[in-house]
């Protein structure tokens, strides 16, 4: 097993760390929860490497592209009471981090001192695990500013209520665990402010829809790439009767996630210096590229995982990562369509193996997808640990790095 290239060099820590987007109304991304777990498995105790792990929290792991600009969004920071209570407690950033306490907290006078303090000197505070029933967190409501509500444990059906009696602390209401879209719409009409869980990552499938536009024109392109005997001037025949979208291709190819050292001025010149597996791989890209009507955060992720997927196939050894890549970025082609998989696949002239990979998770493509699955979710207890553990969430990290590089790149040639 080796490393990949793209990635020697890169500082590593002794965490795994994920992040989770946490979103607005308009299900815009505005700030993200971190996952963390230590070498042993448990939820890390504090910031251990404290200089090297915060220099990572404020670069890559709060940034985001929007609009074409980079910005820093805050992050939720889990605590536990030790951490909170530690003298040598970091000196955290006011505006870059959300420091969420605990539900199993044990609210002493010590801690709702500390609590009261660090919301004096400008922290915001987060509340999480609530529970109306338990007495405890009387003493913290009007201390801190956000507070998670977990839809699922608490029951949508006792949220309307409990929404109402919250209402006198003038908390902003996070919902957690909003797995699907009708539940967004209820929280919706509820009152909540900010949202987490998988809700943006299940396709409403419409029946019997097909691709329009110019994914009808990418799935040529596909189409011609996939013929052996296919040239750099077939497929730039294909590619211009959409000038537009040639022009974004090449605006893409040409930024700075791609490390050329010389522009590249038209699809065949494209082909002639790096090959036909790249056009692949930007076809897909683009097949993959927002729809009006869906939120940036979900090309984020297809990129970020189909990047991450690649990186696990090449320190592991496995054939053609180029697949593996095309395999986690097409992973959610069902979400952003909205058709459902496997009518997806009936319509896409892909190899088999890639399909049953995207329909079922099976061979080597699923193997690595239900890994990196694993990874973003935090669900790090279930990884098959197919690498050291550090080379998992440097793959990470430069893959939110990559596809945040990317993601500019796409709106600056939208």
Not at 148 to 160: E, P, Y
Request: charged content about 25%; overall charge negative; hydrophobic content about 40%.
């Amino acid at each position: 097993m080796g490393t990949s290239k793209e990635i020697e060099g890169t500082e590593t820590l002794s965490v795994l760390m994920a992040r989770q987007p946490i979103y607005t109304k308009s299900q815009d991304v505005a700030a993200f929860e971190l996952l963390f777990r230590d070498p042993d498995g448990n939820f890390i105790e504090g910031l251990k490497d404290k200089d090297a792990t915060l220099g990572v929290l404020l670069g890559t792991y709060s940034s985001i592209s929007k609009g074409g600009q980079i910005q820093s969004l805050p992050c939720f920071l889990k605590v536990t009471d030790s951490f909170l209570l530690d003298n040598d407690m970091p000196e955290l950033p006011r505006h870059s981090f959300v420091i969420e306490i605990l539900g199993h907290s044990k609210f002493t006078p010590a801690f709702i001192e500390r609590i009261k303090s660090l919301a004096n000197d400008g922290y915001r505070l987060a509340l999480a695990d609530y529970d109306p029933r338990d007495p405890r967190f009387g003493a913290v409501l009007n201390i801190v500013h956000v507070l998670k509500l977990d839809i699922q444990r608490l029951g949508l059906k006792n949220v309307q209520t409990l929404v109402q009696k919250l209402k006198p602390f003038q908390l902003e209401l996070l919902a957690d665990k909003v797995e699907t879209k009708e539940e967004f719409r209820q929280c919706l009409e509820m009152g909540f402010e900010k949202y987490m869980g998988y809700f943006l990552s299940k396709p409403e499938p419409v029946r019997g829809k097909k691709l329009s536009g110019n994914k009808v024109l990418l799935i040529q392109l596909l189409t011609e790439l996939q013929r052996p005997s296919a040239t750099a001037e077939s497929v730039e025949e294909i590619a211009l009767n959409d000038p537009a979208l040639t022009y974004r291709i090449l605006r893409v190819v040409n930024s700075a996630a791609f490390n050329l050292r010389k522009e590249i001025t038209s699809l065949s010149h494209a082909i002639a210096l790096l090959g036909m597996e790249q056009i692949r791989r930007w076809v897909m890209l683009f097949l993959a590229n927002n729809d009006q009507d869906k939120p940036d955060d979900l090309t984020r992720n297809m990129l970020q995982r189909g990047r991450m997927c690649e990186l696990l196939a090449e320190m592991t050894g496995r054939e053609e990562p180029i697949n593996h890549f095309i395999v986690g970025l097409l992973s959610q082609l069902d979400v952003m369509l909205d058709i459902d998989m496997s009518e997806l696949m009936d319509q896409v002239p892909l190899r088999q193996d890639i399909k049953d990979a995207l329909i079922s998770r099976q061979g080597s493509y699923g193997e690595v997808l239900q890994e990196v699955e694993y990874y973003e979710r935090g669900e790090f207890e279930h990884l098959r640990k197919m690498l050291d553990r550090q080379y998992y969430e440097v793959s990470y990290r430069h893959s939110v790095g990559w596809a945040t590089q990317v993601m500019q790149a796409m709106q600056e040639a939208a």
